[in-house]
């Protein structure tokens, strides 16, 4: 009964989530910087030897070596605190989580410090995103086998 | 500041899309009619710059904002047709904004003695894979 109470008094003392205006604010953050990710494409299609289908290598790089300065900086904090989620699916929000942890870890060292701990958070991302890879390769693969679809 | 705003967002929103048509730059002997009435008749292609040369003929086409889920296909198809015109032409036809950036520049350039060695850059790039 104590818990149920309390859950209720949580309920009616907490200030209401504004939701439509975070999902707005994270559909501005990230609609912003996927617009800077597709100039970055752009400028590479233009003036480098790219294609459409191979600019997507050096345009993420550069994405994360900027998200990667704004870190340092202090910046992206601010951002991630506006934008929420638009900040921190983005591939920068990417970088961010393993600069971050980079930083804060230094002080225990290079290599229990750093090393450690800079995928504390990125390595259940990697994990994920090769399981997953993994695993669709593999259902292509049988398809392709089985003749019903081609690569 | 607030009024530059917007007056910046719908000049964007109006100028989106608006150039249209087909540039075709012909240095052989070859008949550019049914080129052109097979790039026009397509109803998903919105820009395409073509350059013949000798043994090569090069297509660069841009498609509609919605049929882009499908440009591979659409310029696969316009292939076909276009070695069933001309099949005694190495023909190249692709939906990268890059072949027609480059084509075009080649064209806009004008220096036909450097056609050859271009438009062998292009096929190469076109083909890379990630």
Same mark, same amino acid.
């Given at each position: 009964?104590?818990?149920?109470?309390?859950?209720?008094?949580? @309920?009616?003392?907490?200030?209401? !989530?504004?939701?439509? @205006? &975070?999902?707005?604010?994270?559909?501005?953050?990230?609609?912003?910087?996927?617009?800077?990710?597709?100039?970055?494409?752009?400028?590479?299609?233009?003036?480098?030897?790219?294609?459409?289908? !191979?600019?997507?290598?050096?345009?993420?790089?550069?994405?994360?070596?900027?998200?990667?300065?704004?870190?340092?900086?202090?910046? +992206?904090?601010?951002?991630?605190?506006?934008?929420?989620?638009?900040?921190?699916?983005?591939?920068?929000?990417?970088? &961010?989580?393993?600069?971050?942890?980079?930083?804060?870890?230094?002080?225990?060292? +290079?290599?229990?410090?750093?090393?450690? &701990?800079?995928? @504390?958070?990125?390595? =259940?991302?990697?994990?994920?995103?090769?399981? =997953?890879?993994?695993?669709?390769?593999?259902?292509?693969?049988?398809?392709? @086998?089985?003749?019903?679809?081609?690569? | 500041?607030?009024?530059?705003?917007?007056?910046?967002?719908?000049?964007?929103?109006?100028?989106?899309?608006?150039?249209?048509?087909?540039?075709?730059?012909?240095?052989?002997?070859?008949?550019?009619?049914?080129?052109?009435?097979?790039?026009?008749?397509?109803?998903?292609?919105?820009?395409?710059?073509?350059?013949?040369?000798?043994?090569?003929?090069?297509?660069?086409?841009?498609?509609?904002?919605?049929?882009?889920? $499908?440009?591979?296909?659409?310029?696969?198809?316009?292939?076909?047709?276009?070695?069933?015109?001309?099949? /005694?032409?190495?023909?190249?036809?692709?939906? /990268?904004?890059?072949?027609?950036?480059?084509?075009?520049?080649?064209?806009?350039?004008?220096?036909?003695?450097?056609?050859?060695?271009?438009?062998?850059?292009?096929?190469?790039?076109?083909?890379? $894979?990630?």
């Amino acid at each position: 009964m104590e818990q149920e109470k309390y859950a209720h008094l949580e @309920k009616e003392l907490s200030p209401k !989530t504004p939701i439509l @205006k &975070n999902v707005i604010k994270a559909f501005l953050v990230g609609g912003l910087i996927c617009l800077i990710g597709q100039f970055i494409a752009l400028f590479y299609i233009t003036y480098f030897d790219f294609t459409e289908r !191979t600019a997507s290598n050096p345009t993420v790089a550069t994405m994360i070596f900027i998200s990667m300065l704004l870190t340092g900086f202090g910046l +992206y904090k601010k951002i991630s605190q506006f934008g929420g989620a638009g900040a921190s699916v983005p591939i920068t929000g990417f970088g &961010n989580a393993v600069v971050s942890s980079a930083i804060e870890h230094k002080s225990e060292g +290079y290599v229990l410090g750093v090393g450690g &701990n800079m995928f @504390k958070l990125a390595g =259940s991302v990697i994990l994920f995103g090769v399981f =997953s890879a993994f695993i669709v390769a593999l259902i292509k693969t049988i398809l392709v @086998k089985f003749g019903v679809v081609s690569w | 500041m607030k009024k530059l705003i917007y007056l910046l967002l719908v000049s964007l929103l109006l100028t989106g899309c608006n150039e249209k048509g087909t540039h075709i730059e012909n240095t052989t002997t070859h008949d550019t009619v049914p080129l052109e009435k097979t790039l026009d008749s397509n109803e998903h292609v919105k820009l395409a710059v073509a350059l013949l040369h000798e043994e090569d003929l090069i297509v660069g086409i841009r498609v509609n904002t919605f049929s882009r889920f $499908q440009k591979k296909k659409i310029a696969k198809k316009i292939n076909k047709e276009l070695k069933k015109e001309y099949p /005694d032409l190495e023909v190249t036809v692709s939906a /990268d904004s890059k072949v027609l950036l480059e084509t075009d520049k080649l064209i806009k350039k004008g220096d036909s003695k450097n056609y050859q060695k271009k438009i062998d850059d292009i096929k190469s790039i076109a083909k890379e $894979q990630t």
